[in-house]
């Protein structure tokens, strides 16, 4: 496991609560990632924006990941089919549930939103259960 460091976590925090706050001040959106990537693909109006916006979001991640992270970030040792897997049943979920933990977690929430608030802990409960079984039942992880 990484090391925690809490100056990198509230760094990135305040840089998501920023940006966040910025698109729906500025362009009255709100920064839900898989509704912004599903009206980037169904070539939505002002589909623009919403390119950039997943452009940056990746361009952030690899300019932390080559430039600025003190040491790699390790490999993961879960098979490729259960990644799969698994990011199918993310997709799912962001459908069933109107938005991902980006749109409820940070958005939803900064806004006092109860559906955004039972959705949040919808998909903690489901993590919590999700890394008990596959660590201590199925035993798919070190």
């Known amino acids: 496991m990484i090391e925690f460091n809490w100056e990198t976590g509230l760094l990135g925090g305040l840089l998501i609560g920023t940006s966040a706050t910025v698109l729906l001040a500025f362009n009255g959106r709100i920064a839900g990632i898989s509704g912004t990537l599903n009206s980037a693909l169904n070539l ?3 589909v ?4 950039l916006f997943l452009g940056g979001l990746l361009a952030g991640g690899a300019l932390y990941e080559y430039v600025l992270a003190p040491s790699p970030t390790p490999a993961s040792k879960f098979a490729p089919w259960a990644m799969i897997a698994g990011g199918f ?4 979920g962001t459908r069933m549930g109107n ?8 958005c ?7 559906r955004s608030l039972v959705a949040v802990l919808t998909f903690l409960g489901t ?7 596959t660590r201590h039942v199925l035993f798919l992880s070190t």
């Open 44 to 46: 939505a109006s002002g």
């Open 48 to 51: 623009v924006w919403r390119w």
């Open 89 to 92: 049943l993310v997709g799912f």
């Open 99 to 106: 938005g991902c933990t980006s749109g409820h977690g940070v």
């Open 108 to 114: 939803g929430l900064g806004r006092l939103s109860l």
């Open 127 to 133: 993590a919590i259960v999700t890394v008990f079984v």
